[in-house]
């Protein structure tokens, strides 16, 4: 049995560096297509309604780990050779686009009418009402769900591993084959797990607390 040493905290710390790249990349590309899709859901079209809400039933409900295993294998068969760290990074933000979607499309739409009757009234384009009223609004409010999602996107990376992708809990599994320590180990991986999540835990909580003090 070998021991827990340097060597093996310097490949966590690589694993984690992915992790939180993978997190970011995901979040910043999720929450730009998230942010079309939740326009889509409010638009006057009813067919591009109905598109953006198949999008999101799509990947609200099916497994991640089905789709990234579908991306990853799906495309291979179609030969196209993409690395693995292309296909998660696509998985990814392709589901936290869908949540994100449907949470800012919620607050969007539990803003009072008045304030789009008002913009109409001062004749503002939809541009305009949406980058200057509406949005701003809406994205204020749904910061404590958006916050919270953050932290399910982060330990979800976790799936990752099932097409290779070596995260921080992929290498927790590989530094445990190595030393056979798995309590050590994954107890290492669970801390710093908790160390980046709890913090975005608090904040989120605090958030949802304000805000509840200012419509009280």
């Known amino acids: 049995m070998d021991a827990f040493g340097l060597p093996e905290i310097f490949f966590l710390l690589q694993g984690l560096k992915w992790t939180v790249l ?34 999101i039933a799509l990947f609200q409900g099916t497994p991640l780990l ?15 050779n993409v690395d693995a760290w292309i296909a998660v990074s696509f ?7 869908a949540f994100l979607g449907d949470i800012w ?22 541009v305009s009402r949406m980058r200057d009223i509406i949005l701003p609004q809406a994205l204020k409010i749904s910061l404590p769900a958006t916050i919270g999602f953050a932290v399910q996107l982060t330990k979800g990376t976790s799936l990752a591993a099932i097409v290779g992708f070596i995260e921080l809990a992929r290498a927790g599994q590989i530094v445990s084959n190595l030393i056979f320590q798995p309590l050590l180990v994954f ?4 801390i710093i797990y908790f160390v980046i999540c709890w913090p975005m835990s608090i904040w989120g909580t605090r958030m949802e607390r304000r805000m509840s003090q200012n419509h009280a």
């Open 66 to 80: 089905m789709q990234l295993f579908i991306i990853y294998y799906g495309l291979a068969l179609l030969q196209f």
């Open 187 to 190: 107890g290492i991986v669970g």
């Open 105 to 126: 499309r919620g607050t969007i739409q539990s803003l009072p009418r008045g304030q789009t009757e008002a913009s109409n009234a001062l004749s503002l384009g939809y």
């Open 91 to 97: 998985a990814y933000t392709a589901h936290a686009s």
């Open 22 to 55: 993978l997190t970011i990349i995901s979040f910043i590309g999720g929450g730009v297509i998230g942010l079309l899709i939740a326009l889509a859901r409010v638009s006057s079209s009813s067919v591009i309604q109905r598109l953006a809400a198949a999008y």
